[in-house]
């Protein structure tokens, strides 16, 4: 049985926090707001796993009301999220997200973020595809006063 996911997850930028997306930390002057480490990317992949497997989402999972994920790297979320799906018998096939920032530049950190979180999750970094664009300075995105990311996933039993 293969089934897909499908994940969103937004963060506001905020001054006096560290950078965090997907599993790395980005040299720049504002970092994502949020009860976690606000990593915008591990999150929305943590919606598509958690989705794909009928396991509702990261808020239901890991509620930001919580003292326990209070300023949790959110690496540990992402494999919680694994283990949560590998106990209903999911193998993850691959992953492709994107992010959708207008600054900073992402791209040289993509290969980090790769190497990263398929070592979290225990795949081979070739399953798990990372794209960054900008919004051509449209939005909030364009405005430089957040970053949006989305998933997909493909698991399988």
Same mark, same amino acid.
Not at 23 to 32: A, D, Q, R, S, T
Not at 65 to 76: G, M, Y
Not at 109 to 127: E, F, H, N, R, W
């Given at each position: %049985? /293969?089934?897909?996911? +499908?994940? %969103?997850?937004?963060?506001?930028?905020?001054?006096?926090?560290?950078?965090?997306i997907g599993g790395?930390? /980005?040299? +720049?002057e504002y970092g994502?707001?949020?009860?976690?480490?606000?990593?915008?990317?591990?999150?929305?992949?943590?919606?598509?796993?958690?989705?794909?497997?009928?396991?509702?989402?990261?808020?239901?999972?890991?509620?930001?009301?919580?003292?326990? *994920?209070?300023?949790?790297?959110?690496?540990?979320? $992402?494999?919680? !999220?694994?283990?949560?799906?590998?106990?209903?018998?999911?193998?993850?096939?691959?992953?492709?997200? !994107?992010? =959708?920032?207008?600054?900073?530049?992402?791209?040289? +950190?993509?290969?980090? %973020?790769?190497? !990263? %979180?398929?070592?979290?999750?225990?795949?081979?970094?070739?399953?798990?595809?990372?794209? =960054? !664009?900008?919004?051509?300075?449209?939005? *909030?995105?364009?405005?430089?006063?957040? /970053?949006?990311?989305?998933?997909?996933? $493909?698991?399988?039993?």
């Amino acid at each position: %049985m /293969i089934r897909v996911g +499908y994940g %969103m997850d937004v963060h506001r930028l905020v001054a006096g926090r560290d950078l965090w997306i997907g599993g790395v930390k /980005i040299p +720049y002057e504002y970092g994502l707001d949020g009860h976690s480490d606000a990593d915008v990317l591990i999150h929305a992949i943590c919606d598509a796993l958690l989705g794909a497997a009928n396991l509702r989402d990261i808020g239901f999972q890991f509620p930001d009301n919580s003292d326990e *994920f209070l300023n949790i790297d959110s690496k540990i979320l $992402l494999h919680r !999220t694994n283990e949560l799906i590998k106990s209903k018998g999911y193998a993850i096939s691959n992953i492709d997200a !994107t992010i =959708a920032a207008q600054a900073p530049k992402l791209n040289p +950190y993509i290969p980090s %973020m790769q190497q !990263t %979180m398929a070592g979290v999750l225990g795949i081979d970094a070739d399953a798990l595809s990372i794209k =960054a !664009t900008t919004t051509e300075k449209l939005g *909030f995105e364009g405005r430089k006063e957040g /970053i949006t990311a989305y998933a997909v996933v $493909l698991i399988e039993k």
